[in-house]
């Protein structure tokens, strides 16, 4: 690499923003102890989520069983190539419960192992214990294995918030006053209806801003997997989370992985801020939708041959209306992958059918409306989550190991 990626200067703002919640050990100290579920409980409880909690381990013993399916049908691993089970908008807790609830009644869908939400880190979605009763659900009750979280730079928070990262980086972000004490990252390219997607655009040093708000949700609900949409935010992410392992990233499929060219790109800097004991805290990469399944090999390969641990490779089955081009589905290229025997996750942004609610206007709604909106959008996971079923089933028949979470098994 010709030329550092960061310099003293923005490694200090970082170091600086860290320091400010008391350092990484105690980042990562608080991250651990908020994870447990009886700490998640009481404060559910607390915060008048208790009786979702409870609905939820009532739902939690009505699914099924991954070793029922398996000697029902008869199914062995007979191929390399292990298949990891991904849906994404679990948009808050009353949104999950409600998809729970559908499941739970139709008593034959294996959950999924990894769970995506893009919901702005709200003032509301952090602190009223509407993230924390989402993460009890899904991490604690049906033990995924991982929720990730977004963090929207256009999320719109108090200006003491961005006031203060100021004053600890010594920095300064370019903003609106919204009224009510309550500021917003100006965000200049459109690239969506939803202004850039809420923060693919990351001007100047407004990493900064992405990274504090992953640092308060980590801290306040135990959220430890988040969704990194840019190449500056990446970078960041790399540094920032080296001395922090509880912290994870997903790189977002909107960065346009699209080639091993833009792959390398990524691994040059992954192996710049690789952690002290040789891992990253980047967990997985989503492939681009334009990905050929040869493409996808060949990144899977490299990636290998790279030597960086423990990075999975995700690609969309389905995508909705609104994200990409009508009717795609790449099931058949992900049985090429598998069937070559690389491992993959399949990620699910739609069933494949334009229902209500199955469209990016899902991602930024405000928070009382999502909730009041909870049925509608809680029907569109349900059928992701049928759709992901469905497939992950013939995957299995096929003769590949096929990941589910741990409440779809029996030890």
């Keep these: 690499m010709y030329f550092n990626l960061l310099t003293d200067r923005d490694k200090k703002a970082i170091d600086a923003l860290i320091d400010s919640y008391g350092g990484a050990k105690a980042v990562n100290d608080k991250i651990t102890a908020m994870r447990e579920y009886d700490t998640r409980k009481k404060i559910a409880g607390d915060k008048g989520f208790g009786d979702m909690l409870e609905k939820a381990e009532k739902y939690a013993g009505q699914f099924p069983k991954v070793e029922d399916f398996i000697a029902k049908g008869n199914i062995k691993v007979t191929k390399k190539g292990v298949c990891t089970t991904q849906v994404s908008g679990f948009q808050g807790a009353y949104v999950t419960i409600d998809c729970l609830r559908r499941l739970a009644e139709n008593g034959t869908i294996l959950f999924p192992t990894e769970m995506i939400s893009v919901v702005a880190l709200t003032e509301y979605y952090v602190y009223s214990g509407d993230l924390l009763t989402t993460l009890a659900i899904a991490e604690n009750i049906m033990k995924a294995s991982k929720f990730c979280s977004t963090n929207l730079l256009s999320t719109t928070l108090p200006e003491e918030r961005f006031a203060n990262v100021e004053k600890i980086t010594g920095e300064k972000f370019d903003r609106r006053d919204i009224g ?38 980590s801290m306040e609900t135990g959220a430890n997997f988040f969704l990194n949409p840019s190449w500056s935010t990446i970078v960041a992410a790399c540094y920032f989370g080296r001395n922090i392992p509880a912290i994870n990233f997903k790189i977002s499929m909107l960065l346009s992985t699209q080639n091993a060219i833009l792959l390398r790109m990524l691994m040059n800097i992954v192996k710049a801020y690789l952690r002290d004991d040789g891992t990253t805290p980047i967990y997985e990469i989503n492939i681009g939708n334009g990905v050929s399944p040869e493409t996808f090999i060949q990144c899977d390969d490299e990636l290998k041959a790279s030597g960086l641990p423990g990075i999975s490779l995700a ?24 069937d070559s025997g690389h491992d993959i996750t399949i990620k699910y942004e739609s069933d494949g059918t334009a229902r209500p609610y199955d469209t990016m206007e899902a ?49």
């Design 363 to 411: 991602y930024f709604l405000p928070d009382k409306e999502r909730d009041q909106k909870a049925e509608l959008i809680g029907d569109v996971i349900y059928h992701k989550c049928i759709r992901c079923d469905l497939d992950a089933k013939e995957i299995m028949r096929r003769g590949h190991d096929t990941r589910f979470a741990g409440i779809a098994y029996k030890s």
């Design 180 to 217: 009510g004490g309550l500021s917003q990252i100006v965000l200049k390219n459109m690239g969506t209806a939803f202004g850039n997607f809420g923060g693919i655009e990351v001007a100047n040093n407004n990493h900064l801003v992405y990274l504090d708000g992953i640092l308060r949700a």
């Design 315 to 338: 690609a969309h089955m389905r995508i909705n209306p609104d994200l990409g081009m009508e009717g795609f589905d790449w099931t058949e290229n992900a049985h090429k992958v598998l």
